[in-house]
């Protein structure tokens, strides 16, 4: 139990740094290449200043990833032993292929601004966001794994793989992929948005930008203040309305591909999916609120306010009428094709022969699935207002929307660590989910993944140290995080800001462009 | 088919060769911040001779992880429970190192930076000392029952070899840390790290050479011997060209006193990965801890084509940063200004 806290708390933690990466990376992609291809100031600042915010955030990754590849064997030594053969594969390859390329050129790029050719110096920065492209394909084709394994036969008890196509083109693995890519790619546009309106606002409230008689805006600056001229108001307008749309065009694919992965779950998890509706019964209708005890995990307790008829077949099987399995059906079908007990085998200690419970967490998948739809859709809809809001060139003079900006930047992130522990809280009591078409016997109980040989006394004690460790360093991110927006580009560019003269030439005696 | 365990046997000390060089040095430096340096702008040459590539050198750790758990998954998951406290302990230094090296100019107070300088010399000498002290166990042996499992209890591993292995590579690490300097630093760091390395070498790679002999005389290979003869001689040769001053020819010896100490320690331990000091039969092998030849055929098509390219790029990147840093090459420390701070929306 404290083994899957401590496996909870440290994945959630660091799917808050993961989408974050993914989708300010593409951004800041974005606006170096429009730098390179227009020779634009306010693209060279704006990459230089949302460069600054991503890194704040990548180290962050960085070091909570290091735990993610170990703690397997740590934490989980029968789960890795048992699908070791066909889960490393994918961890191995993320390692070899993804972070060496991300790490390495992201270095590139930090220190590489007067050492490398213009061209070359976008060429490193594509090279790490592919890198973490590339990665989070690898984990989540190890995730889907576990949601859905293929390409594996049974030998002595364990999976092995015998197709590995199978396993790198899991349809699980494909949808989740894309689903989690449209999600990141959000974060990152909501971050953009909402730190980018907040600039404008301040560019108001301090004087600078005006409006005249029909609202259009006045652009103006400031020149006592570094890095508030006209081309300022560019930075924060361009990454505004690229914020806007991206996120929108984001929440589309979001939604398309949720739609085909849920479809797809329906299949191949349906107990994940009757409880995420809090579907007792055999029923077609998707339930918008139900009332009753859904925490007490009973059916008996649980009745459904509000629901829309036909909703529920249409998300599972694209028709109106055909009946979705409730947990009540699903119970027995389980209990009678992976057994009602543990095995008694001797590691799994007083684990052994325990009565295996089919449903998960309702409280959890339930409210889970829709808090990651709700706060999906407010994006989406922050952002579409955000356009509205701003077509006539800034942003309204209000403080109480700027603070809706700025907390709307929350938004995705809740949706996606929402959506996270919905699918993993209801694989259990699985890790490895049995595959109703694939071959018997491969799957496991989360009960019985746990390290034999690790005490509690050791979990409690990591659990403890890494929860109050990345508690603290959270804050301490967050308050660099938010120093360094409120900075402005001046705050990641320390040229504007000084009137050191640059050299023509470069030479080895130069100072560096960038120092830590 | 029994030639690919071994293939991946070797592909996973190479791995650990290439993070025992590369982070080693990075490692050695993070806690040279605290003992060697004199003043910030120092503390600042040392952070940035290892900035742009710090990150990349850490990824061969990953990577030693990542392929053991695809390549011996019995072995991974032994080795990472059985080691659960000096693990936990060597990712919590790890995760302060990476965050210290980001962070650490982003403040601007005294604290800020002491307190980041701190964090990156202890981070780095504890995560130093855990890797070691891991594997060490991993040639010595640990108590381990038929399943493979720690029957020794959370401090088994606190062992006189464990804590050998470990003072090895903190020893080396800071040693291959004052090399590194030499290299990539100039002026008077670059002059004092070389007489630190001349001075105290002997003495920093004492645990190593003592962890290498314990290894040998457990096995007794012969071709071991071989092995620890020649990394004594290069630790000689890299020792004496660094007291006349010939700096790379000192860094490559002291690299390949790496490559020729791992050597030993891994040729002697073979076949076994993990020895259990309850039952000989109960030991893990490469042959018995693998996974299946299907699943080592695709992971060494994939090394086989991956790895090279990560060299590669890995050299460029080093190429491109090949410059000396010296005090003077320090900018002045970038401060917000207040002007633009703004006020709370």
């Given at each position: 139990m404290i083994g899957r806290w401590q496996f909870g708390i440290t994945t959630v933690y660091h799917f808050w740094m993961v989408p974050l990466t993914i989708g300010l990376g593409l951004?800041?992609?974005?606006?170096?290449?429009?730098?390179?291809?227009?020779?634009?100031?306010?693209?060279?600042?704006?990459?230089?200043?949302?460069?600054?915010?991503?890194?704040?955030?990548?180290?962050?990754?960085?070091?909570?990833?290091?735990?993610?590849?170990?703690?397997?064997?740590?934490?989980?030594?029968?789960?890795?032993?048992?699908?070791?053969?066909?889960?490393?594969?994918?961890?191995?390859?993320?390692?070899?292929?993804?972070?060496?390329?991300?790490?390495?050129?992201?270095?590139?790029?930090?220190?590489?601004?007067?050492r490398l050719s213009k061209r070359l110096h976008l060429a490193v920065l594509y090279g790490a966001v592919i890198g973490s492209w590339v990665s989070a394909y690898f984990i989540i084709v190890a995730n889907s794994w576990m949601q859905h394994p293929v390409g594996v036969e049974l030998i002595d008890g364990r999976p092995r793989m015998v197709d590995a196509w199978a396993v790198f083109t899991n349809e699980t693995a494909l949808a989740a992929?894309?689903?989690?890519?449209?999600?990141?790619?959000?974060?990152?546009?909501?971050?953009?948005?909402?730190?980018?309106?907040?600039?404008?606002?301040?560019?108001?409230?301090?004087?600078?930008?005006?409006?005249?008689?029909?609202?259009?805006?006045?652009?103006?600056?400031?020149?006592?203040?570094?890095?508030?001229?006209?081309?300022?108001?560019?930075?924060?307008?361009?990454?505004?309305?690229?914020?806007?749309?991206?996120?929108?065009?984001?929440?589309?694919?979001?939604?398309?591909?949720?739609?085909?992965?849920?479809?797809?779950?329906?299949?191949?998890?349906?107990?994940?999916?009757?409880?995420?509706?809090?579907?007792?019964?055999?029923?077609?209708?998707?339930?918008?609120?139900?009332?009753?005890?859904?925490?007490?995990?009973?059916?008996?307790?649980?009745?459904?306010?509000?629901?829309?008829?036909?909703?529920?077949?249409?998300?599972?099987?694209?028709?109106?009428?055909?009946?979705?399995?409730?947990?009540?059906?699903?119970?027995?079908?389980?209990q009678e094709a992976y057994g009602t007990h543990l095995p008694g085998a001797e590691y799994l200690g007083d684990r052994a022969g325990a009565e295996i419970d089919y449903q998960p967490l309702m409280i959890v998948t339930y409210w889970g699935f829709r808090i990651m739809i709700t706060f999906g859709i407010l994006a989406a809809l922050g952002a579409a207002y955000a356009l509205w809001a701003t077509r006539k060139g800034t942003v309204p003079a209000s403080k109480r929307l700027t603070r809706l900006a700025l907390w709307g930047i929350a938004?995705?992130?809740?949706?996606?660590?929402?959506?996270?522990?919905?699918?993993?809280?209801?694989?259990?009591?699985?890790?490895?989910?049995?595959?109703?078409?694939?071959?018997?016997?491969?799957?496991?109980?989360?009960?019985?993944?746990?390290?034999?040989?690790?005490?509690?006394?050791?979990m409690l004690f990591s659990l403890i140290a890494l929860t109050s460790v990345y508690g603290a360093l959270m804050v301490v991110e967050l308050k660099l995080l938010m120093k360094y927006s409120r900075g402005g580009v001046a705050a990641a560019m320390p040229e504007l800001a000084e009137t050191r003269k640059k050299p023509e030439v470069h030479s080895d005696d130069d100072v560096l462009s960038f120092a830590y | 088919m029994e030639a690919l365990p071994v293939i991946w046997f070797v592909l996973i000390a190479v791995l650990w060769l290439g993070y025992l060089f590369l982070e080693g040095f990075d490692l050695g430096v993070g806690v040279l911040m605290k003992l060697f340096t004199r003043d910030e702008k120092e503390r600042r040459v040392l952070l940035n001779s290892i900035g742009p590539v710090w990150d990349g050198n850490e990824v061969w750790l990953l990577t030693a992880g990542g392929a053991t758990f695809a390549a011996f998954p019995l072995w991974y998951a032994s080795l990472f429970s059985a080691l659960y406290l000096p693990?936990?302990?060597?990712?919590?230094?790890?995760?302060?190192?990476?965050?210290?090296?980001?962070?650490?100019?982003?403040?601007?107070?005294?604290?800020?930076?002491?307190?980041?300088?701190?964090?990156?010399?202890?981070?780095?000498?504890?995560?130093?000392?855990?890797?070691?002290?891991?594997?060490?166990?991993?040639?010595?042996?640990?108590?381990?029952?038929?399943?493979?499992?720690?029957?020794?209890?959370?401090?088994?591993?606190?062992?006189?070899?464990?804590i050998l292995g470990g003072l090895g590579v903190l020893g080396f690490s800071v040693l291959h840390g004052l090399y590194f300097l030499t290299l990539k630093t100039d002026g008077d760091v670059r002059h004092r790290a070389r007489a630190a390395?001349?001075?105290?070498?002997?003495?920093?790679?004492?645990?190593?050479?003592?962890?290498?002999?314990?290894?040998?005389?457990?096995?007794?290979?012969?071709?071991?011997?071989?092995?620890?003869?020649?990394?004594?001689?290069?630790?000689?040769?890299?020792?004496?060209?660094?007291?006349?001053?010939?700096?790379?020819?000192?860094?490559?010896?002291?690299?390949?006193?790496?490559?020729?100490?791992?050597?030993?320690?891994?040729?002697?331990?073979?076949?076994?990965?993990?020895?259990?000091?309850?039952?000989?039969?109960?030991?893990?092998?490469?042959?018995?801890?693998?996974?299946?030849?299907?699943?080592?055929?695709?992971?060494?098509?994939?090394?086989?084509?991956?790895?090279?390219v990560v060299l590669a790029y890995q050299i460029w990147s080093y190429r491109v940063f090949r410059r000396r840093i010296s005090t003077a090459h320090i900018p002045e420390p970038h401060v917000i200004p207040v002007a633009i701070r703004g006020a709370q929306p």
């Open positions: 951004l800041v992609l974005v606006f170096q290449t429009l730098w390179m291809r227009t020779g634009k100031e306010r693209y060279l600042r704006g990459t230089k200043f949302w460069g600054k915010l991503y890194l704040i955030n990548f180290i962050m990754g960085v070091a909570t990833g290091i735990v993610q590849e170990f703690q397997f064997g740590m934490a989980w030594s029968e789960y890795s032993r048992f699908v070791g053969d066909v889960f490393g594969a994918p961890l191995a390859m993320e390692a070899l292929l993804a972070f060496f390329l991300e790490s390495t050129f992201l270095g590139l790029w930090i220190f590489g601004w007067d992929f894309s689903h989690a890519i449209f999600g990141s790619v959000a974060v990152g546009a909501a971050f953009l948005l909402g730190i980018a309106w907040y600039h404008l606002w301040r560019r108001r409230v301090d004087g600078i930008d005006t409006v005249d008689a029909t609202g259009r805006v006045v652009v103006g600056e400031a020149p006592d203040v570094p890095g508030r001229d006209k081309e300022d108001y560019h930075v924060w307008w361009r990454s505004l309305r690229l914020g806007a749309w991206v996120g929108l065009v984001a929440f589309a694919g979001v939604a398309v591909t949720g739609d085909i992965q849920a479809k797809i779950m329906f299949e191949q998890q349906p107990m994940k999916m009757a409880s995420a509706e809090a579907a007792c019964e055999d029923t077609t209708d998707f339930s918008v609120l139900s009332i009753g005890d859904i925490s007490s995990n009973d059916c008996d307790d649980v009745f459904h306010l509000l629901e829309v008829p036909g909703l529920l077949s249409y998300l599972a099987n694209g028709d109106l009428h055909t009946e979705v399995e409730g947990v009540s059906t699903l119970i027995p079908q389980y938004a995705p992130f809740i949706a996606n660590s929402a959506g996270w522990i919905f699918t993993e809280m209801g694989r259990q009591p699985f890790v490895v989910a049995p595959n109703p078409t694939g071959v018997d016997g491969v799957f496991l109980f989360t009960q019985a993944a746990i390290s034999p040989g690790v005490s509690a006394g050791e | 693990l936990t302990l060597a990712l919590l230094a790890l995760i302060f190192r990476a965050v210290a090296i980001e962070y650490r100019g982003k403040g601007y107070s005294d604290a800020w930076r002491s307190f980041w300088t701190n964090a990156m010399a202890i981070g780095s000498g504890v995560a130093a000392f855990c890797v070691g002290a891991m594997l060490a166990v991993t040639t010595t042996g640990y108590p381990l029952d038929a399943n493979g499992d720690n029957t020794g209890g959370p401090f088994a591993w606190l062992h006189p070899y464990a390395a001349v001075r105290f070498g002997p003495v920093l790679l004492l645990p190593l050479v003592g962890w290498a002999l314990l290894v040998q005389s457990q096995n007794g290979k012969t071709v071991g011997w071989l092995l620890i003869g020649a990394a004594a001689a290069l630790a000689a040769a890299a020792w004496v060209n660094l007291a006349r001053g010939a700096e790379k020819r000192a860094f490559v010896c002291q690299g390949l006193f790496l490559l020729a100490g791992v050597a030993s320690i891994f040729t002697n331990v073979f076949p076994v990965v993990m020895p259990s000091t309850l039952d000989p039969a109960f030991d893990l092998t490469v042959y018995n801890a693998s996974s299946s030849t299907y699943t080592l055929t695709i992971m060494a098509v994939v090394a086989a084509i991956g790895l090279p």
